[in-house]
């Protein structure tokens, strides 16, 4: 059983910068990929980013490249979001998810087996 614990949400103004922290546990921890996503009430969740866990590629929504940049640390089995130059357009609930069943997919979130709770990020115009 993997678990997934998300901090760092919070209220930021346009232009402010937010940092997302995920820790993972759990003897059978052995993403393929990690993956942040975000939902607003009614809509469907969206793919944010994902970083491929052996190797380190990164990917990215169109809506958050070059504002947004996903790293890990294997070591301590943590994945950060660090999010610049917000908009109130990315307010949502963040989640961290593990992607453990398909070394070929990482956008889409019906292939990572495992979520966190979410953090609320809201920004404020």
């Known amino acids: 059983q993997v678990l997934l614990v998300e901090s760092g949400g919070g209220l930021v103004q346009t232009g402010g910068s937010l940092r997302l922290s995920c820790a993972a546990s759990?003897?059978?921890?052995?993403?393929?990929?990690m993956g942040w996503f975000r939902q607003t009430p009614g809509k469907e969740r969206e793919f944010v980013a994902a970083?491929?866990?052996?190797?380190?590629?990164?990917y990215y929504a169109d809506s958050v490249k070059g504002r947004f940049a996903i790293s890990k640390d294997s070591v301590k089995m943590m994945v950060y979001l660090q999010m610049n130059n917000l908009k109130p357009e990315d307010t949502a609930v963040y989640y961290c998810?593990?992607?453990?069943?398909?070394?070929?997919?990482?956008?889409?979130?019906?292939?990572?087996?495992?979520w966190g709770q979410g953090t609320q990020v809201t920004v404020s115009s």
């Open positions: 998810a593990s992607n453990q069943a398909s070394p070929a997919v990482w956008s889409n979130g019906n292939w990572y087996n495992s």
């Open positions: 970083i491929r866990w052996s190797g380190g590629s990164t």
């Open positions: 759990g003897r059978t921890f052995s993403p393929y990929f």
